[in-house]
């Protein structure tokens, strides 16, 4: 990274970072997804990696299977997603949900693909919300002390700019931490920069940080050692 040599200061701790994106099955051939990449989180196992901590990756259909992350679980799923997490979280000081979660899901999956008919307008595709796994993570808290850090993807509306939505997403979640990013207009996704500012779970900014993913990987252990107790 270009901070040069990293502090040891995740030695001995359990980490476990969620990356990419999950997908739901709309039939066997067809999903509904999203264009996370997941090169944020998989620099964010990386660096704590280089910190010394213990990592599992659960990582939703990243392109290749990344190197250097400590131990890589692959899902495709957000149910997945949620029992590799969960599982992993027993036993973790830090849980960092970096992973675009699709927040629908089809009710129904056929087992066959769905066809065209001649003439015929489509059939509706019938959705349901899944489980917030952040939200459930931070209520719950698995693990006594357990530090649970969030993403917020904002594009900014007529609601509000990215970082109000950003400060009311993080007072809704319950997370220790929510790293706020700009998305949409060719930011974060899929590039190798990012601009982020991380709030606490009352919505006060902790720090800003502008570089590549490396250097906002480094600034969001920075802001989680602080908040490390036991
Ligand atoms: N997240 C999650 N489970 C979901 C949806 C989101 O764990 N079902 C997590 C993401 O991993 C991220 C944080 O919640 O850390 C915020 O995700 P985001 O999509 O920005 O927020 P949502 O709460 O889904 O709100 P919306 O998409 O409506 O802005
Ligand atoms: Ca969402």
């Given at each position: 990274a270009s901070r040069g040599a990293h502090p040891r200061d995740l030695a001995g701790r359990r980490v476990v970072v969620s990356a990419g994106g999950t997908r739901e099955?709309?039939?066997?051939?067809?999903?509904?997804?999203?264009?996370?990449?997941g090169k944020q989180g998989v620099a964010l196992a990386r660096a704590a990696v280089a910190r010394g901590a213990d990592v599992v990756l659960v990582g939703a259909n990243l392109a290749q299977p990344p190197s250097?992350?400590?131990?890589?679980?692959?899902?495709?799923?957000?149910?997945e997603l949620r029992d590799a997490v969960r599982s992993a979280a027993q036993e973790a000081d830090v849980v960092v949900m970096a992973a675009a979660v699709a927040d629908f899901r089809p009710v129904h999956v056929p087992d066959a693909k769905i066809k065209k008919v001649a003439g015929q307008a489509p059939a509706p595709?019938?959705?349901?919300?899944?489980?917030?796994?952040?939200r459930e993570l931070a209520t719950e808290r698995l693990r006594p002390g357990q530090v649970v850090v969030g993403f917020a993807a904002?594009?900014?509306?007529?609601?509000?700019?990215?970082?109000?939505?950003?400060?009311?997403?993080?007072?809704?979640?319950?997370?220790?931490l929510v790293v706020?990013?700009?998305?949409?207009?060719?930011?974060?996704?899929?590039?190798?920069?990012?601009d982020v500012t991380i709030v606490d779970g009352a919505g006060e900014v902790v720090e800003t940080a502008s570089g590549s993913k490396e250097l906002v990987a480094d600034v969001v252990w920075d802001a989680v050692v602080k908040r490390l107790t036991r």
């Open positions: 099955a709309i039939d066997p051939v067809r999903f509904i997804g999203n264009s996370s990449s250097g992350v400590g131990t890589f679980v692959s899902v495709v799923s957000t149910a595709i019938e959705l349901v919300e899944n489980p917030d796994i952040l904002e594009t900014g509306d007529a609601d509000g700019d990215v970082l109000t939505h950003g400060r009311a997403k993080a007072r809704r979640k319950g997370a220790d706020v990013n700009a998305v949409g207009g060719g930011r974060a996704f899929g590039t190798d920069e990012n």
